[in-house]
Nanobody
Framework: QVQLKESGGGLVQAGGSLRLSCLVS????????MGWFRQAPGKEREFVAG????????YYGDSAKGRFTIARDNAKNTIYLQMNTLKPEDTAVYYC?????????????????WGQGTQVTVSS
């Protein structure tokens, strides 16, 4: 069974950085596409970034472009999200998702597996 576990969230001042990690256990070929999503209170879930285990090409949502970097370490079964120049509007619960495919990588409903989420709070 595939399990995802996020870590690395916390409280940071605006302009600061955080690195989120997503450890994947039980990975199979069906978990090729991985994604980071976030959801702020009262808002819809938003695609942040995505990547495939089989490719280095990253995918970013508009809010992440130029500030966030997604990376993977296949040997460690871990996906990372480096977040720089954080803003108060980045405050949200960040979720790692797996089991997607490249065609629907930006669509949360297309993923089979989700982590519990990690809270990121950016103070002004």
């Amino acid at each position: 069974q595939v399990q995802l576990k996020e870590s690395g969230g916390g409280l940071v001042q605006a302009g600061g950085s955080l690195r989120l990690s997503c450890l994947v256990s039980g990975r199979t070929f069906n978990t090729d596409a991985m994604g980071w999503f976030r959801q702020a209170p009262g808002k819809e879930r938003e695609f942040v970034a995505g990547i495939r285990w089989s490719s280095d090409s990253p995918y970013y949502g508009d809010s992440a472009k130029g500030r966030f970097t997604i990376a993977r370490d296949n040997a460690k079964n871990t996906i990372y999200l480096q977040m720089n120049t954080l803003k108060p509007e980045d405050t949200a619960v960040y979720y790692c998702a797996g089991g997607g495919n490249v065609e629907t990588l930006r669509i949360g409903e297309a993923y089979d597996y989700w982590g519990q989420g990690t809270q990121v709070t950016v103070s002004s």
